[in-house]
Structure formats: structure tokens, C-alpha cells
């Protein structure tokens, strides 16, 4: 009565327990590597100017013979839209391009540039209207050698003068002074102009506004590629980028890649301290 049922004996080799497979590990890629601003701009040419980096860590250029005229958009403070600018002012210097500067601010964001550009204060809209008609009679004036060489474009000269690249500060502001003293149309006519037909002849033009404004004529709109930074939701349609209300301060947009631009504060003093001063030869004539 004492005896207790035996154990059924079991056999450990009847069966194996399966074996447990680690847990699979998503590889992580490094981080890109972040470029210098000195290192992007070995990359540049008399032609291609480094904008940024992307997160992935490729550097962004604009190349003035595929898009011969760019609007660059963004929030008024914060968003980094003169900063962007400058960065390809800055290597359209070294590059030994000849840089006018359209400024109704008294030049407070160009101030390392005054010995390296050419800056017409346009607080006066007789001076933009001027400025826009002598820059219509130079590329007329390149035009006519251009057809005398029996070229297409500047590049192929063999003795080619350098390019010109004009940074127009808010624009859409300056298009509203002119339209209020009834100027607006002898700004416009020479405008046409330039943007339909002188980037062949190595004039480019650089403009900065928030955003397209109402008084931005078409073929401004039209004819200049958009580079666009931060703007509010309702905003980022007239910039030229749905999404631009995700981007960060400092980040932009040019065809199809989101890039960061560089800090200009420390670089540019740095980099135009190698670079000659601005010969006493003008562009432009003082307005008459």
C-alpha cells in the first residue's frame, strides 16, 4: 500500500527541442559624412556653384548653363534664404564672375561683399529700373558678338568676357515701388529680355523673395528655377514646394533633393580674404 505508482520514464531522445534563432538586427548605416564648405566649393566651377549637402551626404550645385536664372523663397527671419545666396555669390567670386548686388536695405546682409560685388541701392526705383535697362544693353552687346564669333553661347568664345551674376533683393517689393510711380512696364520690357534669351550670354539672375508675389511679372516666374526654404502650409504652393512647411532653418529645396546649406558668417570673410578685390572696371554706370 505503500509502494507508489512508478514514473513513466520518458525518453529524452524522442523528441528535441527546436533551437532558438536570433532576433535579425536591421543594419544601420553610418551617417553621411558632413562636407566642409571649403571642401564643396573645390567642386565648383566658373559655371557650377555648390548650394548644400543632403542628408545622405551629397552635395547640391546649381549649374547656371542648365538653369540660367534661379528665385530662391523662403520665411522673411530664420529660414536661411540670404545666407543660401550668398553661398553662391560667394563662389561666383572665386570663380572671377562679376556679382551686382540689387539691395533696398543699405547692403546690412552684404557687408563682406562690398570690396568683391557691385551694390546699387534700389530704395530708389529709378536706380532697379536703371540698373535692369544697362543690364539689357550689355546682353544685347554680348549678343551681337556672339553672332559675330558665330557662336551659340558664351563658353564658346575664345576670349570670353566674364559672367555676370545680379542678386535682385526682394523682388516682389521692388516690382510694387515701381507699378506705384507707373514705372513698373520700363522695368519689365528690358526684364523679358534678359530672362528669355541672355543666359546664353553669361547674364544670370539671382532672385530673393518670400514669395512669388502678385507683382512677380510671368516670365520671372517662369523663367528662374526655384530654390525654397521654409514657408507656411499655405505658402509653400507659391515657392515652388508643397512640403515646404517641413523643412528646418537652413534646409532647402532645388530639383527633387532637400540639402542644408553652410553658415556664411564665418566662411565668406575667410574666403573672400583670398580673393582680389573687385577691379575699378563697372558693370553698370551710375544711374542717370
Known amino acids: 500500500a505503500y509502494d507508489k505508482h512508478p514514473r ?3 525518453d529524452s531522445t524522442a523528441y528535441s527541442v527546436p533551437e532558438e534563432k536570433p532576433e535579425e538586427v536591421e543594419e544601420i548605416a553610418p551617417p553621411a559624412r558632413q562636407v566642409t564648405a571649403i571642401e564643396a566649393f573645390r567642386g565648383n566651377t566658373n559655371t557650377k556653384f555648390a548650394l548644400g549637402q543632403t542628408a545622405e551626404g551629397e552635395v547640391v550645385y546649381w549649374d547656371c548653363t542648365e538653369a540660367p536664372h534661379i528665385r530662391v523663397h523662403g520665411k522673411s527671419q530664420g529660414s536661411g534664404k540670404t545666407n543660401a545666396i550668398s553661398q553662391v555669390a560667394l563662389g ?15 547692403f546690412k546682409n552684404w557687408r ?61 517689393a521692388l516690382c510694387e515701388a515701381a507699378r506705384e510711380e507707373g514705372l513698373l512696364n520700363d522695368a519689365l520690357v528690358p526684364l523679358r529680355l534678359i530672362m528669355r534669351e541672355a543666359g546664353a550670354s553669361g547674364v ?12 512677380w511679372p510671368r ?30 532653418p537652413f ?16 566662411v565668406a570673410p575667410q574666403m573672400l580674404a583670398a580673393v582680389q578685390p573687385m577691379p575699378r572696371g563697372r558693370v553698370l554706370k551710375p544711374a542717370n
Request: charged content about 20%; hydrophobic content about 40%.
Open 8 to 10: 513513466q520514464v520518458v
Open 92 to 106: 561666383a567670386v572665386r570663380s572671377g564672375a562679376h556679382v551686382v548686388i540689387l539691395d533696398r536695405r543699405n
Open 112 to 172: 563682406d561683399f562690398r570690396q568683391h560685388a557691385e551694390c546699387i541701392d534700389t530704395r530708389n526705383p529709378l536706380n532697379f529700373i536703371d540698373a535692369i535697362s544697362q543690364l539689357c544693353s550689355v546682353y544685347q552687346e554680348r549678343d551681337r558678338i556672339l553672332g559675330s564669333a558665330g557662336v551659340g553661347t558664351i563658353a564658346e568664345l575664345r576670349n570670353a568676357p566674364p559672367r555676370i551674376f545680379v542678386v535682385i533683393s526682394e523682388f516682389g
Open 204 to 215: 544670370h539672375m539671382i532672385f530673393e523673395d518670400q514669395v512669388v508675389e502678385t507683382t
Open 219 to 248: 516670365v520671372a516666374r517662369a523663367n528662374a528655377s526655384p530654390i525654397t526654404g521654409y514657408l507656411p502650409q499655405d505658402s509653400a504652393a507659391a515657392g515652388g514646394y508643397f512640403k515646404a512647411h517641413h523643412l528646418s
Open 251 to 266: 534646409h532647402f529645396h532645388y530639383e527633387d533633393a532637400v540639402f542644408k546649406t553652410w553658415d556664411m558668417r564665418m
